[in-house]
T-cell receptor
Framework: AQKVTQAQTEISVVEKEDVTLDCVYETRDTTYYLFWYKQPPSGELVFLIRRNSFDEQNEISGRYSWNFQKSTSSFNFTITASQVVDSAVYFC?????????????FGQGTRLTINP | KAGVTQTPRYLIKTRGQQVTLSCSPISGHRSVSWYQQTPGQGLQFLFEYFSETQRNKGNFPGRFSGRQFSNSRSEMNVSTLELGDSALYLCASATGVNQPQHFGDGTRLSIL
């Protein structure tokens, strides 16, 4: 069965610090997709990034960067120069496809607090 | 482009009642999925619909059901409500398999 582990339950840092959120996954599929979502206090899950299993290039989007390492089954997320607005719960997810249908398997989430 | 719309935002029900939640996907999205979020269990997949057909179902009792209409709008129904059904119910839409799912604000259901 698919599984996603986010070992860090809560992280608290001071503004402008860099912070890395860890994500480790388990799957027997050779083709799979990984996602990161952000959940602010309002409750909506905001899509951040999708990565497929064949693309191991790291990606950078502004202050956000993602490090995908297939060898260690990890898909870590780094925020550089954190800001108070980055405070949220962040979820890593793995897409499981069954007979053409998809479901997301989520980690337990990491609550990130950026203090001014 | 309008996002995923869920109604109502908040609901308070008592044990034994039933409830219907509604979700309007992003225009052009034919896949609609439902998730339950609780502090103890986290985010759990309920079911997924595509072109009015349920393609996948999570590990939830039969009290949880859903449907999708021809315009891709979806409803989720929970019958004989239990205290443990208190949760945030999130709907997500996507263009297809393995595409990013875009979520609504959710419906927060409280059972008294």
């Amino acid at each position: 069965a698919q599984k996603v582990t986010q070992a860090q339950t809560e992280i608290s840092v001071v503004e402008k610090e860099d912070v890395t959120l860890d994500c480790v996954y388990e799957t027997r599929d050779t083709t799979y997709y990984l996602f990161w979502y952000k959940q602010p206090p309002s409750g909506e899950l905001v899509f951040l990034i999708r990565r497929n299993s064949f693309d191991e290039q790291n990606e950078i989007s502004g202050r956000y960067s993602w490090n995908f390492q297939k060898s260690t089954s990890s898909f870590n997320f780094t925020i550089t120069a954190s800001q108070v607005v980055d405070s949220a719960v962040y979820f890593c997810a793995l897409s499981e496809e069954i007979q053409g249908a998809q479901k997301l398997v989520f980690g337990q989430g990491t609550r990130l607090t950026i203090n001014p | 482009k309008a996002g995923v719309t869920q109604t109502p935002r908040y609901l308070i029900k008592t044990r034994g009642q039933q409830v219907t939640l509604s979700c309007s996907p992003i225009s052009g999205h034919r896949s609609v999925s439902w998730y339950q979020q609780t502090p103890g269990q986290g985010l759990q997949f309920l079911f997924e619909y595509f072109s009015e057909t349920q393609r996948n179902k999570g590990n939830f009792p039969g009290r949880f059901s859903g449907r999708q209409f021809s315009n891709s709008r979806s409803e989720m129904n929970v019958s004989t409500l239990e205290l443990g059904d208190s949760a945030l119910y999130l709907c997500a839409s996507a263009t297809g398999v393995n595409q990013p799912q875009h979520f609504g604000d959710g419906t927060r259901l409280s059972i008294l």
